[in-house]
């Protein structure tokens, strides 16, 4: 639990206190996180062994994220928790000392689950392209799961990076779920 870098607040986000209650949309997510909960063990080592939550601010995309995390580090499955902005920026900040770039690339690029929050958040620069590519690609040849929340839909994570965009899709085959509709936004509405 240390090394997950999952903080106590978000330990405390599980499926039990997420509310689907407001919208089918939301519910649809929710039952398709269950349903990769209960199928982990059986989709781990296979292509589509990931999921991700795409689109509309505050709809629940990282609450999910973090719940399916709960689920699997309660069963001892181990999941690094990878918040994009704040890692890639502190990747590229120390990219001249090689020991930590390889350190720090190692752990997202072989942990056993990574869970991205908000992927490609903010301005992208080409350095920010590459350190994603590096980790994806890895994770990708090498049947390695990940969970991702991010605020762009299929269209545009395959506008940043065909290659990445790509492969996440592959990977996550029936586990995506994209939310649409600026009333889903529970922190307004």
Avoid at 82 to 111: F, L, P, T, W
């Amino acid at each position: 639990l240390k090394r997950s870098g999952i903080s106590s607040e978000f330990r405390n986000k599980t499926f039990d206190n997420f509310n689907y209650l407001n919208d089918v949309q939301v519910m649809e997510a929710y039952k398709v996180a269950r349903g990769d909960v209960r199928d982990f063990e059986s989709i781990e080592k296979s292509r589509s062994n990931s999921i991700m939550f795409m689109g509309q601010v505050g709809c629940g995309k990282t609450h999910l994220s973090l719940a399916i995390a709960n689920c699997l580090m309660d069963r001892g499955v181990g999941v690094l928790y990878m918040g994009y902005r704040d890692s890639v920026v502190r990747i590229k900040q120390n990219i001249m000392d090689q020991a930590y770039y390889h350190r720090e690339m190692n752990r997202y690029k072989n942990c056993r689950v990574l869970l991205v929050d908000d992927l490609f958040k903010g301005s992208i620069t080409g350095s920010d392209v590459n350190v994603m590519f590096e980790i994806v690609n890895h994770r990708y040849f090498n049947n390695l799961p990940m969970i991702i929340s991010s605020e762009k839909r299929r269209e545009e994570l395959l506008k940043i990076d065909e290659a990445i965009g790509s492969r996440i899709l592959e990977m996550c085959g029936e586990y995506n779920v994209e939310l649409k509709g600026s009333r889903l936004n529970y922190r307004i509405y």
